[in-house]
């Protein structure tokens, strides 16, 4: 089953989808987080563009407005790693995640998703100064 996932703003707008291809009707958020970030991390390790968008920024990167830019430009970069900063930064609230307008509370919870399940995640910038 192919399922939709959007990055939103707060105010509600989008700034990218992903589809991925689940395996399962039940899930758990941990197992949609990691699936959602072996995606793009896979995406970016085929093809090494110059700027790596996706939930987390890797340990060898710098943020700039196209994305992440990594200092060694022919570096792929660790699943692993990536997942565990990305399930770190849900339990420190660096991101919410949205299933059908429902607040995810844990990892551990269960899902039931079908094809029109919103899924949406939504980054929050820390304040500067504050």
Known sequence: ???TIKDETLAGDILDTLELVVSSEILTVKEIIAARVAAEVDAYNKKLPEY???????TEAEKTLNGFKLKDK????DVEK???VALDAFQKNGYFVLIDNNQAESLQQQVLVRENTSISFI???P???G
């Open 74 to 77: 022919k570096k792929t970069i």
């Open 123 to 125: 980054k929050l910038t």
């Open 82 to 84: 990536q997942v565990f």
């Open 1 to 3: 089953m192919k399922i």
């Open 127 to 129: 304040l500067v100064g």
């Open 52 to 58: 790596f968008k996706g939930l987390v920024q890797p």
